[in-house]
């Protein structure tokens, strides 16, 4: 049998310590190394998720950890991934595939097959690589759900991995987290943890000293480095939470005079939200997410993104008032863009008999468009064109959009005025597209915006997965 490669997991004291950019750095930095590396996370709950070349679902911060690796995504760097519908129930993803809805209690059950076709999929991928890099889910510390756990303390104990914790500083308590987290595990999985690292810290490294002191002390671990808060990692966040707060137009002062501000409706299911930082790295525009109608007033293109949930995000829609703003916006000739589950609100109607199951709903009626929801999930990586230039995108939905005829099309979606739909994914990472794209929205907007000539969004995103492989060759004892 051929011999497994090394592999470490990284977990983290809380949700959006760090986990993913450690791992995706940690990947990084090892592929300069001339190492064979991949990721991997056994279990994956995220609304963010993306489609292999062979049309499988993953969670997308494996698939940005791949391209830190240099290689491309496969289904078994994520074997499991949740998409939440509700606050109880999730779809449940197996090697890329959907499988079944289930709630918490259901979930239990499962967990047993569901580790050991996580561990068969960490083991192919150690014998084709020379190291594999695993991300924690949560936090190890869920003692509440230990027993069922597959991504954590489960996954380290059945395949022998050595554990790193991660904590976030920024949010404070940053020594009580790593050692409550440590003290919380029973023996065998605590025999597991090698060491700490600490995220996101601004100031002078030398006033840590004396905790960094007491933690080894008392926990008899070390801590394997410092990381720096840095800006402008917009990065494939996989958890909403790193939504909180969140503003971006960090990319540069904008080319023409004046800025252009996009609104992002902040859905409560909101889905693939990665589809924006195309936008957030273009000079000049500023992304704000958004979830009360005064915070959209002074929008220049409002976008509806997508949704696991979209009936259920509809009606939140219109309890907020939102979909009033969205329609006076449409009828002064205001941009606004629809994508995936946003599309689908957009349109005259929904009819649900398999996500929400609540029949027919009315859409907001901007869009000539019916949707109607399927069994079957459309995994796919389309290609087409749009303002005279090549698109390409991915789809990751059960409602189908049938186009009225005579409509204008748009993509695979419709246009009306200054509204526009379509199901696919990805599509302002093209860079054509997208200054195209945002030429009209400024001029519809009345807007003295100029787009940059040069971005060039996959160069953007290999310079921020180069930052994460600095920082760890930086600020981390790699030969720990």
Excluded at 5 to 29: E, F, I, M, P
Excluded at 313 to 334: H, N, P, S, T, Y
Aim: glycine share 12%; with cysteine; proline share 5%.
């Amino acid at each position: 049998m051929t011999e497994l490669g090394g592999a470490l997991l990284v977990a983290g004291t809380t949700s959006d310590a760090g986990k993913s950019v450690v791992a995706a750095g940690l990947c990084r930095w090892l592929s300069r190394q001339g190492v064979r590396v991949a990721p991997f996370k056994a279990q994956n709950m995220s609304l963010n998720s993306f489609v292999t070349r062979d049309g499988a679902e993953i969670g997308r911060a494996q698939v940005m950890q791949a391209a830190a690796a240099g290689i491309e995504p496969d289904p078994r760097m994520n074997p499991v991934l949740l998409k939440p519908g509700s606050d109880r129930r999730s779809q449940v993803v197996v090697l890329g595939s959907p499988v079944g809805e289930v709630d918490a209690v259901e979930y239990r059950e499962h967990a047993p097959r569901l580790l050991h076709l996580a561990l068969d999929s960490l083991a192919q991928l150690r014998r084709e690589y020379d190291v594999v890099i695993c991300e924690g889910a949560g936090s190890p510390a869920e003692i509440n759900l230990r027993a069922t756990d597959i991504a954590n303390m489960g996954l380290a104990r059945a395949a022998d991995l050595p554990v790193i914790v991660v904590g976030d500083i920024d949010r404070g308590g940053v020594f009580a987290a790593l050692h409550g987290t440590l003290a919380l595990l029973e023996p065998a999985d605590q025999a597991h943890i090698a060491g700490f690292v600490i995220n996101k810290f601004r100031g002078a490294v030398e006033l840590l000293e004396p905790g960094l002191r007491m933690l080894r002390e008392m926990t008899g671990r070390d801590t394997f480095g410092i990381l720096p808060w840095t800006d402008g990692l917009w990065l494939d966040a996989e958890d909403s939470l790193a939504l909180d707060g969140r503003r971006s137009g960090t990319a540069g002062p904008p080319v023409g005079a004046d800025v252009l501000r996009v609104g992002v409706v902040r859905l409560p299911r909101i889905s693939n939200f990665t589809d924006i930082d195309a936008l957030a790295a273009e000079p000049g525009v500023l992304v704000r997410f958004a979830a009360t109608p005064v915070e959209l007033a002074d929008a220049d293109l409002v976008v509806l993104p997508g949704s696991r949930a979209t009936v259920a995000d509809l009606a939140w829609l219109r309890e907020r008032g939102i979909d009033e703003v969205i329609a006076a916006r449409a009828a002064k000739g205001l941009p606004v863009l629809g994508i995936c589950g946003g599309y689908q609100m957009l349109g005259q109607d929904i009819t649900d008999d398999v996500e929400a199951r609540a029949g027919l709903v009315p859409g907001l009626g901007l869009l000539p468009s019916r949707v109607t929801f399927g069994q079957r999930k459309r995994l796919a990586r389309p290609a087409g064109s749009a303002y005279g230039t090549d698109v390409t995108g991915y789809e990751i939905h059960h409602g189908i959009a049938t186009v009225q005829p005579g409509a204008e099309p748009f993509l695979d979606g419709c246009r009306a005025g200054a509204v526009w739909g379509t199901s696919w994914h990805g599509t302002l990472e093209n860079d054509a597209f997208r200054r195209a794209f945002l030429t009209e929205v400024a001029a519809l907007a009345g807007r003295d915006f100029t787009v940059a000539p040069g971005t060039d969004f996959a160069a953007v995103r290999e310079a921020r997965l180069d930052v994460l492989g600095d920082l760890i060759a930086g600020h981390l004892d790699t030969a720990a």
